[in-house]
């Protein structure tokens, strides 16, 4: 079977039995430690996966590493050592469920289990995740915390890493949902990078089977969200536990899950990260890496950071030299304390003709109730012919 029909197969096959595997207990972006537990041990109390802890956060919250499978080929998978970045925890949790669970997928199952031992490290950073905070309960950015190895959580990620001496690993995260791809009204939806692990960027065989998988997933990826893949910033980043393991020789793939208009808990960005994941877990299990081409991979566009929340078009504003007609671009930002809290600023004033708004409105002929400058909190009334067009409170726009 060609390594296109694998991929054609499987991703419509996962896609449309995701339903039946899913951790559907948590559809939230935002949840704590405790809820992520339950199910995790629910899940884990099944034959196939055994439990292995490998130690506790700052605060004393358990890292458990899932083993699943007896294969020669080991594949290593972590999530949210970004405390705010959840996607792929949910992810991880539905893959659990997916070899946890019923006779439907047998065949598939059975061949996983054979050819790899998965092992899975859901929720690196718990006490930045309790806080919905990208940092540890310290302040520190754990992927700034490779080489260091200054927190606890760092040193567990890199134990853990020594010890299975994975062949493959899958970092991952989430990024802006601002980022686009091409042209800016395309919002990124997964980025992909094989990272570099030197300043020059040079491809040895371990990054050439990284960037090959990456090129799997891609096809795999493209049924459903064609045009809306990206890769990410490929600067070398010697810190980061990506470029790190790189260079220690695994294979390593770092999955971004973004945005997508209409899901704003981002449940359907989860679905693709499965989607993703268990394809590359076939393609490494039936040694179809390098039946995909770096080419492929090359040819993936760079994301660019072009949109913005709420872009209102051609609006008269008093600059402090008179009234000129300009475009405003609006960014809301959540902040968990624990309770939500949301701001927003106006983030650029002037031209922005080249980015785009996830929510855009035309507002020529109209100006702005007062004098502003960027910086300023999200909160405009739009006047037009004396009345008012429109309200922007905190980001948001009020007809
Ligand atoms: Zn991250």
């Known amino acids: 079977m060609s390594h296109l029909s694998i991929v054609d197969e499987l991703s419509n096959f996962i896609y449309r039995e995701f339903h039946s595997f899913r951790a559907s207990e948590i559809s939230r972006r935002c949840f704590s430690f405790e ?12 034959d196939a996966l ?20 007896s294969g020669n080929t080991k594949v290593f998978s972590w999530s949210q050592m970004h405390g705010d970045e959840s996607t792929a925890t949910l992810a991880l949790l539905d893959i659990m469920r997916f070899f946890a669970g019923n006779t439907r997928f ?33 302040g520190i950015d754990l992927n700034r915390d490779a080489l260091n190895l200054a927190e606890i959580e760092s040193k567990i990620l890199q134990k853990t890493f020594e010890v299975i001496k994975p062949d493959f690993v899958f970092n991952l995260h989430d990024q802006d949902p601002r980022y686009s791809i091409g042209i800016a009204n395309r919002q990124a939806a997964i980025s992909f990078l094989a990272p570099p692990f030197n300043e020059t960027r040079e491809i040895n065989a371990n990054r050439s089977r990284a960037m090959k998988l990456i090129a799997g997933m891609k ?4 049924h459903f969200i064609p045009e809306h893949i990206g890769k990410y910033s490929d ?6 536990f990506g470029d790190r393991f790189q260079e220690l020789g695994a294979a390593t793939i770092l999955i971004e ?41 090359n040819s993936i566009p760079f994301i660019e950071k072009k949109l913005f929340d709420l872009l209102l078009r051609k609006v008269g504003v008093n600059l402090g030299d008179g009234i000129k007609d300009v475009d405003i ?24 003709s080249g980015y785009s708004g996830l929510e855009e409105l035309d507002c020529t002929g109209c ?14 009334v739009i006047m037009k012919n004396g009345g008012v067009f429109a309200i922007i409170e905190n980001g948001r726009l009020k007809m």
């Open 367 to 380: 100006h702005a109730d007062r004098m502003l400058e960027k910086g300023d909190a999200a909160n405009i």
């Open 106 to 138: 047998e065949t598939l199952r059975v061949e996983l289990l054979e050819k790899l031992t998965i092992y899975i490290l859901p929720m690196v950073n718990p006490d930045g995740a309790e806080r919905f905070s990208r940092e540890n309960i310290n």
């Open 235 to 240: 600067e070398y980043e010697a810190t980061a």
């Open 50 to 69: 055994r439990i292995i802890p490998v130690g506790e956060s700052t605060e004393g919250r358990p890292l458990r590493l899932v083993k699943i499978g």
């Open 329 to 352: 671009g609006i960014n809301c930002y959540e902040k968990h304390l624990p309770i939500l809290e949301l701001s927003a600023n106006i983030e650029a004033i002037g031209d922005l």
């Open 257 to 297: 899950s973004g945005g997508w208009r209409g899901d704003p808990e981002k449940q359907f960005v989860r679905q693709l990260n499965v989607i993703a994941i268990l394809s590359a877990f076939v393609i490494i299990a039936r040694n179809a890496v390098e039946s995909f081409s770096a080419d492929d991979y």
């Open 35 to 46: 809820q992520f537990s339950e199910i995790f041990l629910k899940i884990s109390n099944h």
């Open 219 to 222: 096809l795999t990826l493209e």
